[in-house]
């Protein structure tokens, strides 16, 4: 039986990282057992609810989120493990979310009024800053798409940020109750409630044809549903996705099968993609 260390809060104040690790049968002791082998710095947290063969990873104080990411995912590739990361959100120890930094920088650009909570999307992550820029470079060279997607939206940002940019009408979806209360309260509060609509949605439960597509994802649920997502945007639309490393885009762009890579952006490792859905 695994046994789960007590939680403590990091007094630091920094970000703490939560990793989701899907596993294969009876590979969820092993894999942990390698990550301390490795003397990877997480602990394991229990989840009400979750697939034993399911891992919430969670950074210790002080670590280094990218650099842990980085651990994991090289842990993951170096051995034939039937294991993926699903998930990953960024949880800040004081409960009080990051409002500096790009953070700051697009509530200011934007004119936007928001509320962060435990969820990736608050603009403080490498993904949020690399997909967010590529929607602005868009949105400078073409015509606002008529409809948008944004799959995972976490608060809500990217959304928010397309409806400030001109796009039409725009449905934000997660499967987390509370990121759609939490992006339904910053449409209230931006009173962009005609153009953005939140709903709790799974992936195959969307339904649609969109112009531009936005995908800030973990890079494990852009391959297995890759297929599906470049299906969702509309031939001759624009795909862009986040939320993958450089060592992952070989299987992300062969998983968006009829997507031409059109640019790339990279921070630190981490890599956001711009595509076009082939007519």
């Not at 959100?89 to 979310?97: D, H």
């Amino acid at each position: 039986m695994i046994q789960l260390p007590e939680f403590v809060p990091d007094p630091s104040g920094r970000w703490r990282l939560l990793v989701h690790v899907r596993c294969g049968d009876g590979m969820a002791a092993a894999f942990l057992a390698a990550c301390r082998q490795e003397r990877i710095p997480v602990d394991l947290l229990p989840v009400t609810g979750q697939n034993p063969e399911s891992l919430q990873l969670l950074s210790r104080p002080e670590t280094d989120c990218d650099r842990l990411l980085l651990d994991i995912s090289a842990l993951l590739a170096g051995k034939g493990w039937d294991c993926d990361i699903v998930e990953t959100r960024l949880l800040p120890a004081t409960g009080k979310p990051d409002e500096q930094g790009t953070a700051g920088e697009i509530r200011e650009r934007y004119g936007l009024d928001l509320a962060f909570a435990s969820f990736f999307g608050s603009g403080g992550h490498p993904s949020t800053r690399l997909i967010a820029a590529l929607l602005a470079e868009v949105m400078r060279v073409a015509s606002p798409p008529a409809t948008v997607l944004d799959l995972g939206c976490g608060s809500g940002i990217l959304a928010l940020v397309a409806a400030r940019l001109g796009a039409g009408r725009i449905l934000a979806v997660d499967v987390d109750p509370g990121a759609v209360d939490l992006a339904r309260g910053n449409v209230r509060r931006n009173r962009l409630g005609g153009i953005v609509a939140v709903e709790c949605l799974d992936l195959g439960a969307v339904t649609g044809s969109f112009a531009l597509v936005l995908a800030n994802l973990p890079a494990g649920v852009l391959v297995r549903h890759g297929g599906r997502i470049a299906g969702l945007t509309a031939p001759g639309g624009r795909l862009l996705v986040s939320g993958l490393m450089t060592g992952q885009r070989a299987g992300v762009l062969a998983a968006l099968a009829g997507c031409r890579l059109e640019e790339e952006r990279n921070e630190g490792g981490w890599l956001a993609l711009s595509l076009i859905r082939e007519e």
